[in-house]
Nanobody
């Protein structure tokens, strides 16, 4: 049973940086695509960045150049480095995994079977 636990969120000023982490258990990285989604109040949840077991990454256009996703396979930890934060980045950030070696429709939430409870990022 895959469990995902996010951490690292917080309150940050515009232009600042954060490092989000997702600790995965019950999970073999080579069999999963894993990534980050976010949901702001009153808005639909959207895909932010995902990484396949082969290291292939996908990013939402709104975060390209500012967000970097990486995976420490030895520690089963997913990391999202966030820079140049904007107020529009304020949201609950979720870690999610789909059981597929290659990411299928990587930024579509309906493809993901496993979800964490989220970590709040507030930019103000």
């Amino acid at each position: 049973h895959v469990q995902l636990v996010e951490s690292g969120g917080g309150l940050v000023q515009p232009g600042g940086s954060l490092r989000l982490s997702c600790a995965a258990s019950g999970y073999t990285y080579s069999n999963y695509c894993i990534g980050w989604f976010r949901q702001a109040p009153g808005r639909e949840r959207e895909g932010v960045a995902v990484i396949g077991s082969d290291g292939t990454t996908s990013y939402a256009d709104s975060v390209k150049g500012r967000f970097t996703i990486s995976q420490d396979n030895a520690k089963n930890t997913l990391v999202l480095e966030i820079h140049s934060l904007k107020p529009d980045d304020t949201a609950m950030y979720y870690c999610a995994a789909q059981q597929s070696r290659a990411c299928v429709a990587p930024l579509e939430e309906r493809r993901y079977n496993f979800w964490g409870k989220g970590t709040q990022v507030t930019v103000s």
